[in-house]
């Protein structure tokens, strides 16, 4: 099944795309979140709503979409370096804080007020950072909660899969000591979606194509296949005596090909097109806007 957050009639309403419609479903859930709290009882709810008559159905070529997961429980999770040749592209361009290849993946969190709708604009403000980046990922959602998870039954905890850009702030990234959250959280920054896709509508996994399309010229491309650590192994090791709950959405790592690691380097400016892409899953398309973010700050970056 595809889901989506639909802006109607000034709210974001839960709805199931069924065929070339969106079905909206609000009288049942609030929003997505609520639906995947729900379980199996909430997937027979969705898909039974799918045939009854009566219901809002909205023309999906006709709608705008916000990002599927709005409401959160915590932070959103990431994980970094998992793709080696996205590791291997930034040495020596990581300002004095190398290490070495690690052992187990890589985590860090983002603030969800960074989080957007797939078409609406990337927040950017060069008083905040010089260099803004794109990372193209997919991103997946917890359906099942868990704590320590084995990586054999980390399927059953996947809800679905949907995409995201982790717009990074790369001077603020090495500012605040090698740690990132702080150059991952501007607001209004972090595109998610189009759709929640379900496990069943993918096929093969390790056969899809990541993509990032910046200006129209393809900047990163790379099959999940190249992923440094598996999905079942990422939930394995993050749920590792740490529950994850229903509705967590944790972002899985982007490939080589970012602006940071490229010469000369390329960073986002207000006006371009960020396009990222992977089979099955859609499309984010986002223009970068400027906007105030800086504010009353007295931060000197």
């Known amino acids: ?17 069924h065929e070339a ?3 909206l479903i609000d009288d049942l859930f609030g929003d997505l979140t609520a639906l995947i709290e729900a379980g199996e009882e909430g997937l027979t709810a969705a898909r039974q709503a799918t045939r009854q008559a009566g219901r809002t159905r909205l023309p999906l070529g006709s709608v705008e979409l916000g990002p599927p997961i709005r409401r959160f429980r915590r932070d959103v999770l990431c994980t970094g370096w998992n793709y080696w040749d996205h590791f291997d592209e930034n040495r020596g361009r990581r300002d004095g804080q190398e290490v ?6 890589t985590f860090f969190t983002k603030s969800p007020n960074a989080i957007i709708g797939p078409t609406d604009p990337i927040a950017w403000d060069g008083r905040c950072s010089r260099k803004w980046d ?3 990922e997919l991103a997946l959602v917890i359906g099942r909660p868990g704590r320590s998870i084995p990586a054999r039954r980390a399927q059953a905890h ?33 595109p998610l979606g189009p759709m929640l896709v379900t496990p069943d509508e ?23 296949a190249q992923m440094a650590f598996d999905i079942p192994t990422l ?14 959405v944790l972002l899985t790592g982007t490939p080589a090909g970012v602006g940071n690691a490229r010469t000369p380097q390329v960073f986002l400016k207000p006006g371009d097109v960020v396009v990222t892409r992977a089979t099955g899953l859609g499309e984010l398309r986002n223009v970068v806007e400027e906007r105030d973010l800086y504010g009353e700050a007295e931060i000197v970056p």
């Open 1 to 17: 099944m595809r889901f989506a957050s639909v802006r109607h009639d000034g709210a974001e309403l839960p709805g199931v795309v």
């Open 21 to 23: 419609e969106i079905v």
């Open 100 to 105: 070495e290849r690690p052992t187990a993946p």
């Open 134 to 136: 794109y990372e193209a």
């Open 158 to 190: 996947i809800f679905g899969y949907c995409l995201a850009n982790d717009i990074s702030q790369r001077d603020i990234q090495r500012r605040h000591g090698g740690q990132w959250m702080r150059g991952k959280s501007a607001d209004h920054s972090t």
């Open 202 to 224: 993918i096929g093969d996994l390790a056969a899809i194509r990541l993509e990032c399309e910046l200006n129209g010229a393809v900047m990163q491309s790379a099959l999940l």
């Open 235 to 248: 939930i394995a090791e993050l749920s590792f005596g740490m529950t994850l709950n229903a509705g967590d």
